[in-house]
């Protein structure tokens, strides 16, 4: 791995899970934003993942991040938008 790149864990949630068809992966990212890593699943898994992803927050740790230049760390939890109480 080159030193310019991080290594992120993610894990998906809801209808991400259906997106992607599967429930946690690992990305290279040498971008390591949320910006970078929704572009990497859209990369990754088509358009269809690629839109939810756009929409969707990421917690990293107890950090709700939805701004595309917030960086992130090396594991986090990708949020689709939830309906309801």
């Not at 990212?29 to 929704?38: C, M, Q």
């Not at 969707?56 to 709700?64: E, M, T, W, Y």
């Amino acid at each position: 791995m080159a030193e310019d790149t991080s290594t992120v864990a993610v894990n998906y949630f809801a209808a991400l899970v259906d997106a992607v068809g599967c429930e946690r992966e690992q990305f290279t990212l040498a971008d390591p934003t949320v910006g970078g890593l929704r572009r990497a699943i859209g990369w990754r898994h088509g358009d269809r993942a690629g839109e939810l992803a756009a929409h969707c927050s990421v917690l990293d740790g107890d950090r709700l991040l939805r701004a595309d230049t917030e960086v992130i760390g090396s594991q986090v939890d990708v949020l689709p938008p939830f309906a309801g109480g």
